[in-house]
């Protein structure tokens, strides 16, 4: 089907993010057992039903465009998803995978941030408010998740920060019993030569050699 309008255009763009949307339902459940953080699992859950309801969403918008709702593949969702997937299984623990899966999510809402706009202002262009302001709806949300997200990465690089912290604070308490413990055998080495010294018999008395008259 040739696109030669801007409601064709609309309708396309609509179709991507439809399909985008379907394929981060499947993705989010993945990201939320990975995380170790409770706030960052509660975010990944909260997003995965906030998704269900922008597919509702977006199927209104087919239906103020006159069309059925149908999905075209969304490619580079999809390669997004790929790339997050692989963070859950790199050799990272705790705060550290817990920011990388961060990363991971917040391409996917810059993109849907992106793709949201677009068509919403497609929809102005066109004059159709109703779906303008359903899409805008979405454009909101998708940037109100990435704040929060951006919140949970700042809280985690804290923790890490201070764990670095407390390891540096604990080696420099190791080097410096290190130096202490340098310095006691020192000073009992000087002590057990000052003992040893005193300990000595002192030298033979000489007797200096008469002259023969």
Known sequence: MPIETLEDLLLEE?????DAEKQITKALPKLAKAASSPDLKAAFTEHLEQTKGQIT??????????????????????????????QTQEDAEGSIKDLMLIGAAQKVEHYEVSGYGTVRTLAEGIGNEEVASLLRQTEEEEAETDRKLTGIAAQLMQEVDGVSEEEEDEEEELDEDDEEGDEDLEDED????????????????TKAPTKKR
């Open 14 to 18: 609509i179709k991507d993010l439809y």
């Open 190 to 205: 000087d002590l057990e030569d000052e003992e040893e010294e005193e300990a000595a018999p002192p030298p033979a008395a």
């Open 57 to 86: 969403r977006l199927e209104e918008v087919f239906g103020y465009l006159g069309r059925k709702p149908k999905s075209k593949p969304c490619l580079a969702m999809k390669g997004l998803i790929e790339e997050g997937q692989e």
